[in-house]
Nanobody, 125 residues
Framework: QLQASGGGLVQAGGSLRLSCAAS????????MGWFRQKPGKEREFVAA????????KYGDSVKNRFFISKDAAKNTVYLQMDPLKPEDTAVYYC????????????????????WGQGTLVTVSS
């Protein structure tokens, strides 16, 4: 149901935009988000956007550098990443939550019901 794209190789200080296309209406999900997983590490929360007022949340390590947005007409969520750092290197996954979850899991992998395949982002120094 979710198709992620846009990953690639970029130099530090550069930018990339990831896309996540939903097969259904993106607005039907309570929230859509991005997570990333570095080698040997657990999957971590990056950003989320919520239905309705379009409120957003960001992980601490990407605040003021990454920007999540949604195009309801295209059923697509985007993650603009700028500037990128070598430590942003990871496989990025998009995800969707069908309903609101309790606070303790809302911004964790347990808070999301559907997952896309990952897209690799590599940032060279």
């Amino acid at each position: 149901q979710l198709q992620a794209s846009g990953g690639g190789l970029v130099q530090a200080g550069g930018s990339l935009r990831l896309s996540c296309a939903a097969s259904g209406r993106a607005d039907s999900f309570y929230s859509m988000g991005w997570f990333r997983q570095k080698p040997g590490k657990e999957r971590e929360f990056v950003a989320a956007i919520f239905r309705g007022n379009g409120g957003t949340k960001y992980g601490d390590s990407v605040k003021n550098r990454f920007f999540i947005s949604k195009d309801a007409a295209k059923n697509t969520v985007y993650l603009q990443m700028d500037p990128l750092k070598p430590e942003d290197t990871a496989v990025y996954y998009c995800a969707a939550a069908t309903n609101r979850k309790i606070t303790s899991v809302a911004l964790t992998t347990r808070g999301y019901d559907y997952w896309g395949q990952g897209t690799l982002v590599t940032v060279s120094s």
